[in-house]
């Protein structure tokens, strides 16, 4: 006799929610009831396929939040569930809702996003920021709805020329501005003044001051990659050593999947110097000799044995920039990425030295730090 289902006998919301527990460690689990109510059964159906198929747990959390809203909104525009493929006409009605002229939508109510479908998605909590959205949000959702339509082993109209057009004439009608993921980078200067505000033996300076110097050190790794560092990715290397001074100790982080890896590859970043010292001594007075490296710490003390979540990281950050004066809506725990590479350039750092730290695969991205710098202390910005 088959053993029956733990969803047995449940609505179909609440078994949604069933499955979605069985996947909890690479999904938005927080928001796991909403999920349960924007999602179909196939949806549910297709994530799991997707975390049984080895996707990484960003790329799939990613998905998931796409898949969301994108639910919602077909949801408050169409009053319907989304239909898989979707249809060339929803894809433009997509676009359409998204990509508008401010001015226009301002003396007429049917150019963009209808009022009622704003509200709706405001109110769920889909929508925060008012105004058109940036054309590379837009483009994402509809490259991540074309992937998940792939996997359901369907078509879709995501390469149709109707759609390329519609997005690029929106584009061309409302320009935005790009802005960095974070408004300023995190030098050297910088640095400075935010582990300034860590000169205590508290396990929470000893903390926040390792996960300021490893993220930045190690080539300005992503708050996702140092929330999740784990102690056995660690491996002690000898000694660094160095004229008319003491040894240096030397570590290597084993990174294993990042965004731009597939974890095939054994990639490996070095600290050397300080960065390890702080990362000994936080690991030292926390005991940690296993699993995750940077945890809560409770009220009373108590060091969490559950890794940081990757926004934490962002707000501890925040959280420093403001106790060293400086305005910490300016930052983000991106600004340590780029600051690492606009930092390397003014130092002098060859551009393929400073990659193999930061693992950038795009030579393009990398310059453009390099290339900033240059044109800002560059004799062309010094004519008069």
Same mark, same amino acid.
């Given at each position: 006799?088959?053993?029956?289902?733990?969803?047995?006998?449940?609505?179909?919301?609440?078994?949604?929610?069933?499955?979605?527990?069985?996947?909890?460690?690479?999904?938005?689990?927080?928001?796991?009831?909403?999920?349960?109510?924007?999602?179909?059964?196939?949806?549910?159906?297709?994530?799991?396929?997707?975390?049984?198929?080895?996707?990484?747990?960003?790329?799939?959390?990613?998905?998931?939040?796409?898949?969301?809203?994108?639910?919602?909104?077909?949801?408050?525009?169409?009053?319907?569930?989304?239909?898989?493929?979707?249809?060339?006409?929803?894809?433009?009605?997509?676009?359409?809702?998204?990509?508008?002229?401010?001015?226009?939508?301002?003396?007429?109510?049917?150019?963009?996003?209808?009022?009622?479908?704003?509200?709706?998605?405001?109110?769920?909590?889909?929508?925060?920021?008012?105004?058109?959205? @940036? !054309?590379?949000?837009?483009? /994402?959702?509809? +490259?991540?709805?074309? $992937?998940?339509?792939?996997?359901?082993? =369907?078509? #879709?109209?995501?390469?149709?020329?109707?759609?390329?057009?519609?997005?690029?004439?929106?584009?061309?009608? @409302? !320009?935005?501005?790009?802005? /960095?993921?974070? +408004?300023?980078?995190? $030098?050297?200067?910088?640095?400075?003044? =935010?582990? #300034?505000?860590?000169?205590?033996?508290?396990?929470?300076?000893?903390?926040?001051?390792?996960?300021?110097?490893?993220?930045?050190?190690?080539?300005?790794?992503?708050?996702?990659?140092?929330?999740?560092?784990?102690?056995?990715? =660690?491996?002690?290397?000898?000694?660094?050593?160095?004229?008319?001074?003491?040894?240096?100790?030397?570590?290597?982080?084993?990174?294993?999947?990042?965004?731009?890896?597939?974890?095939?590859?054994?990639?490996?970043?070095?600290?050397?110097?300080?960065?390890?010292?702080?990362?000994?001594?936080?690991?030292?007075?926390?005991?940690?000799?296993?699993?995750?490296?940077?945890?809560?710490?409770?009220?009373?003390?108590?060091?969490?044995?559950?890794?940081?979540?990757?926004?934490?990281?962002?707000?501890?950050?925040?959280?420093?920039?403001?106790?060293?004066?400086?305005?910490?809506?300016?930052?983000?725990?991106?600004?340590?990425?780029?600051?690492?590479?606009?930092?390397?350039?003014?130092?002098?750092?060859?551009?393929?030295?400073?990659?193999?730290?930061?693992?950038?695969?795009?030579?393009?991205?990398?310059?453009?730090?390099?290339?900033?710098?240059?044109?800002?202390?560059?004799?062309?910005?010094?004519?008069?």
């Amino acid at each position: 006799m088959p053993k029956a289902s733990k969803s047995d006998g449940l609505s179909g919301v609440d078994r949604r929610a069933v499955e979605l527990d069985t996947i909890a460690s690479v999904l938005p689990i927080d928001r796991r009831d909403e999920l349960a109510e924007l999602l179909t059964d196939q949806d549910v159906e297709t994530l799991r396929h997707l975390v049984n198929a080895g996707m990484g747990a960003n790329t799939l959390r990613a998905l998931t939040s796409d898949l969301a809203y994108l639910e919602a909104w077909g949801l408050a525009a169409t009053g319907k569930s989304l239909p898989w493929p979707a249809p060339e006409a929803l894809l433009l009605k997509f676009v359409a809702q998204h990509l508008w002229d401010p001015e226009k939508h301002a003396t007429d109510a049917d150019h963009g996003m209808p009022a009622d479908v704003d509200e709706k998605l405001r109110r769920q909590g889909f929508l925060k920021s008012v105004g058109p959205h @940036a !054309p590379a949000t837009v483009r /994402r959702r509809l +490259a991540n709805w074309s $992937t998940l339509t792939k996997w359901r082993g =369907l078509d #879709g109209a995501f390469t149709s020329p109707a759609l390329k057009s519609a997005i690029r004439l929106a584009i061309r009608a @409302a !320009p935005r501005q790009r802005l /960095r993921k974070s +408004a300023k980078a995190v $030098t050297g200067d910088v640095l400075s003044k =935010l582990l #300034g505000t860590c000169t205590t033996d508290s396990l929470r300076d000893l903390r926040d001051r390792a996960i300021l110097m490893v993220a930045f050190a190690s080539g300005g790794r992503r708050r996702s990659e140092i929330a999740g560092l784990r102690y056995e990715q =660690l491996t002690v290397e000898p000694p660094i050593l160095v004229p008319d001074g003491p040894p240096l100790p030397s570590l290597a982080i084993h990174l294993g999947r990042t965004k731009t890896g597939s974890g095939e590859k054994d990639e490996i970043v070095y600290l050397t110097g300080r960065p390890v010292e702080a990362l000994g001594a936080w690991l030292a007075a926390a005991k940690i000799d296993k699993g995750s490296v940077f945890r809560g710490i409770g009220r009373w003390g108590t060091v969490s044995k559950r890794a940081l979540d990757p926004q934490s990281v962002n707000a501890i950050l925040k959280q420093r920039a403001e106790m060293a004066g400086l305005e910490p809506g300016e930052f983000s725990a991106h600004g340590l990425r780029s600051g690492y590479l606009t930092e390397a350039a003014n130092r002098g750092i060859p551009l393929p030295e400073a990659m193999e730290q930061s693992r950038h695969r795009s030579v393009q991205q990398a310059s453009s730090y390099y290339n900033n710098v240059t044109r800002r202390t560059g004799r062309a910005a010094r004519m008069l």
